[in-house]
């Protein structure tokens, strides 16, 4: 049995219309551990070899992207590399600034899962709704309190990126990108974009 709550997302559009979707809430950690156990129980393998075919995997993965290559894994999906700044690195924004390769690092790895395995998913999904509602921290600011705080943010620094942002109102990710945009698009803001794609950052108009 796996529990979702429905989570809520900002109105982009002004009708004061809340838009919710549901997202999986809970569960644990399955260990490597856990997995080779469980694998090994159906084939002629230990678990000790699994787990080191899981590990020369990994590294064969990490291989492949690191030259820019997309790995296909029947039944799992593709993955490839994501990439951002360095952690020392400021974002580079067009005419200002300028950031060469040493200044960009693979900050994650994109997961386009197989639709077998999402089909795997699915065929034994029971699902109930979580009874937990845990309160959102954001909830204490308005948007245009929300609004303000960037506004007073880019009174000091040159630019505000979507993690500022989610840290000065306590927003989630994709609440906070969709916000920003509206905020950007929306005439006497006081907010625009520079940049574009992850090197995206907003400054003052």
């Not at 219309?17 to 084939?43: F, H, N, Q």
């Not at 509602?133 to 303000?148: D, F, N, Q, V």
Request: hydrophobic residues 30%; proline residues 5%.
């Amino acid at each position: 049995m796996a529990f979702y709550k429905m989570q809520s997302l900002p109105d982009m559009r002004g009708e004061d219309i809340k838009t919710t979707y549901p997202r999986m809430t809970g569960g644990r950690v399955v260990t490597t551990d856990e997995l080779a156990a469980r694998v090994s129980e159906e084939s002629t393998f230990s678990a000790g070899e699994v787990k080191g075919i899981l590990a020369s995997v990994c590294k064969y993965l990490a291989w492949y992207m690191r030259d820019g290559d997309r790995v296909k894994v029947d039944g799992l999906g593709t993955f490839s590399a994501s990439l951002g700044m360095a952690d020392d690195a400021e974002p580079e924004v067009p005419g200002v600034t300028r950031r060469n390769a040493r200044s960009v690092r693979v900050r994650g790895v994109n997961l386009r899962a197989d639709k077998q395995l999402v089909y795997e998913m699915n065929r034994g999904l029971r699902l109930e709704r979580s009874p937990y509602k845990p309160g959102r921290s954001s909830a204490r600011y308005t948007p245009e309190e929300r609004l303000a705080r960037a506004l007073e943010h880019l009174g000091t620094h040159p630019y505000l990126t979507v993690r500022d942002y989610r840290a000065l109102t306590g927003l989630c990710a994709t609440p906070a990108r969709e916000e920003l945009r509206r905020w950007a698009s929306t005439p006497g803001s006081g907010l625009r974009t520079s940049g574009t794609g992850s090197h995206r950052v907003y400054v003052k108009e």
